[in-house]
């Protein structure tokens, strides 16, 4: 498994997962109206965004999902991650998590990464409960403004030097 910038040729299996209702059927977003044409502006736009939006690959370099870093600015950024049906539990989620957290504290030099799920979403919660991240409470209003009318969400963070069990040989 590796992370990579994300290519023209991930956008069908980037689709695929957008209209893969086991994967997006509790997320906010409306994926299932997604095109191949959106997953190809959307990965056109990540090679010039201030986001950062990677691939997350198998071995043998196949698309898995995207993780990403969103709204970096004071020393802070927002997570957030999907895979493809079949990639569940097979760790890739775990490994794109630890990785782009690594590249969060030790390459961008940030402080504190947040993110939230809708408690619905209870494959997600139960996913980053038994990784041990906790429900946070002070989200700061200029994120919370972000989601706005969004109700019933789980919010997590986790801060520089804050224990996750992250390998350090993790690329």
Same mark, same amino acid.
């Given at each position: ?12 299996? +980037?689709?695929? &997962? ?8 509790? +997320?906010?977003?409306?994926? +299932? ?60 989620? &775990? ?59 789980? &919010? ?16």
């Amino acid at each position: 498994m590796h992370l990579r910038e994300l290519r023209i040729e991930d956008a069908p299996l +980037m689709l695929e &997962w957008m209209h893969d209702e086991c994967v997006v059927g509790k +997320m906010r977003t409306g994926f +299932m109206s997604k095109t191949i044409d959106d997953c190809i502006r959307f990965i056109n736009s990540s090679l010039s965004d201030s986001n950062i939006h990677l691939a997350i690959a198998s071995d043998e370099d196949e698309y898995m999902g995207t993780v990403s870093l969103k709204n970096i600015e004071n020393c802070t950024a927002e997570f957030a991650i999907t895979v493809r049906s079949k990639a569940m539990k097979k760790g890739y989620s &775990w490994f794109g998590m630890e990785a782009i957290i690594k590249k969060a504290f030790n390459e961008l030099d940030l402080e504190s990464v947040y993110w939230c799920v809708s408690r619905e979403n209870e494959r997600a919660v139960k996913f980053y409960d038994k990784h041990n991240f906790h429900e946070v409470y002070d989200v700061p209003a200029k994120v919370l403004k972000r989601y706005e009318g969004v109700n019933n969400l789980k &919010w997590y963070a986790i801060l520089k030097g804050d224990e996750i069990n992250i390998r350090d040989t993790v690329a």
